[in-house]
């Protein structure tokens, strides 16, 4: 019963031929049936209804329905051949579509006729113009015949499309592609259909690329966002019914580091601290294996936390391991930790009590000798606390009773990584989740749905909110110049400041992948700076270039220093280290600061381009300033014109430090798939059309019938055709793994 579709695996080579079935395979990644019928429409145009060409951006591919208003043949001087010249317009906005030496194409490129045309959106001499579009010509009174096969329908679907096969040629292929549907089983029962009042999956899928109305559109769509949000918290729920069915080894508090270490807090914990601690503990001396998720803003004492979770666990007779994504924060992590364990730490050590423990960071550059020696200790129960990158993951790192996994920043780690150490340990651990930002609720329940989560809402008292100003270095440049007087200022009373660069060099385009950028972000961020394709931009910040600047000019006298990727593990680390001690006032830097980096001193951030950053990163690295007595300042310095999308990004950013409202802001534009952290390409993803944010109450209620379905099928055996879906989630997810790895 693995295929409860009849016909939905069918090749479409079998439905439109070879070559074709070559390029939707090629182009678009569409190999079967179902892959086809899953590629949707993005949008549909309205026969009669001009697309609206002033909303046009650049460099998009784009399929437009307009009418031609006049065509010209120009000769070119000195040169042999013509250009065909036609102008569309929607009735208000033009666009040229331009064509080299088809001056034939003049006679059925009449004045007066609507087309659609495809291509990419260029601009030549200021104008916006289509070059070489392929194009439809809507039939007019001559031909009517062909009009009823081409535009059955009064709503003809736009497809994600490419230059090879545009929209049309995609909307034929789906045509065929929907005559040769067989027998399509319903994952959604019948009670739930009805109640919600949906169309059945068959109908569903026909109406979503052919649609009778609009309405009738939005219905199909609904359903089959719905079927998403379905299987996806099917998958969830599952996991976490297979985990709460483990047992783990029984443990029993005991008096110890713990305490001790309590006593010499120089703070008292949060309301929210002592909550979470309580739930978490509440966890690790039962017999399930906990499955947390640690959630709360930016210095919200999340670490203190996990760090008392850790002692807690120790003093029971465990071990436990910090995992961090890298390297830099896995140093931090262990930096910190030692500072406030101190002796507690100094298992061995001459005068040290005997409820030390020993704390030691591993990671892919720490030498042969040393890793030995870590893992020996690891091995026979001594090491208390193993901190490390990947490098936890690796063969040979064996514990002797690992008790409790605590995660930083989830979203960089699969399930999969994280399951490596559980299945590697006699007992499946309890593991803890930081997350590097908030999560509003129902992503939470989204994306880890199959963990409990505890929420920190509060930030320790004392802490000076951080003041957040956007510079708009173009238009206002004296204020940049302040800002450079503002960090002698700072310096000058004795604290630290961070200068953050979008890269690391000025040719260098390679940190953008980690940037927090959706990818729609990201072309906007581009096109708005003027940079087009791939080309790496030229005069954009970086950090070889603002370090010998600044040191040499506007800070010249203040002790700056630089700190990228590229630099070796030791220079990173004398850095850091010589920052920490406050022998380097000023740090110019890229985001490998960006999470736990934790330098109280520090009072101020300039970021340079900011607009290159995603709203959860910028909040994440103004984090970094006003942890400790002064008031923190942050300043976003970037060239985009207000009113612009990115500038508006930047200014909800300065608006608030709430956390919470930031990410969701953030997560509103992304696909669910992004936000999973699998499957990049929508094409290829079995999430294609949820949205975290704006799907909410989608997936509140899928959660619901989730739950309900389950209930009573707990493994779906009465029905396959779920369960299939929710199959395919599992096998993406295991792809994506591999491919990281
Ligand atoms: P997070 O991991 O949530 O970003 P941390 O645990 O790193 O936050 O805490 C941020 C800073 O606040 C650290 O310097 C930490 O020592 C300090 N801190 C943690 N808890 C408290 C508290 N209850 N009162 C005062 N300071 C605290
Ligand atoms: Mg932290």
Redesign the pocket.
Known sequence: MANPSTNFTMKLSKIVGDRTAKALLEELGLETLEDLLRHYPRRYVVRGELTDIEALNEEEEVTILARIESVNVKRIPGRKGAILEVIVSDGRAKLILTFFNQAWRAKELRAGREGLFAGKVGLFKGKRQLAHPDYLLIPDGEDKAEAISDFAGKFLPVYPATRKLPSWKVAQCVRLGLDAIGEIAEPIPNQFLEALKFPNLEAAIRQVHLPASIEAAERARERLTFDEALSMQIFLIQRRNEIKKQRTKARKPQPGILEKFDLRLPFELTAGQRRVSKEIEADLFSAAPMFRLLQGDVGSG??MVALRAMLSIIDSGGQTALLAPTEVLAQQHFKNFQKLLGDLAMRGMLGTSDIATRISLLTGSTSADERNEILNATRNGEMGILIGTHALLSEGVDFQDLALLVI?EQHRFGVEQRDVLRNRAEFPPHVLV?TATPIPRTVAMTVFGDLDVSTLDELPLGRTPIETHVIAATEKPAFLERAWKRVIEEVGRGQQVYIVAPRISATDNSDFSSFGLTPSELAQAKRLSGEVGDTPEVGKHSVEELYPNLRDGELKGLKVSALHGRMSTAEKESVMNRFNAGEIQVLVSTTVIE??VDVPNASMMIIMDADRFGVSQLHQLRGRVGRGAVPGLCLLVTSVASGTPAMMRLEAVASTTDGFELSRLDLEQRREGDVLGSAQSGATSHLRLLRVIRDEEVIIRARQVAQQILQNDPELTSNPALQAEVDKLRQEERASYLEKK
């Open positions: 999340k670490t930083d930081m999470v736990g």
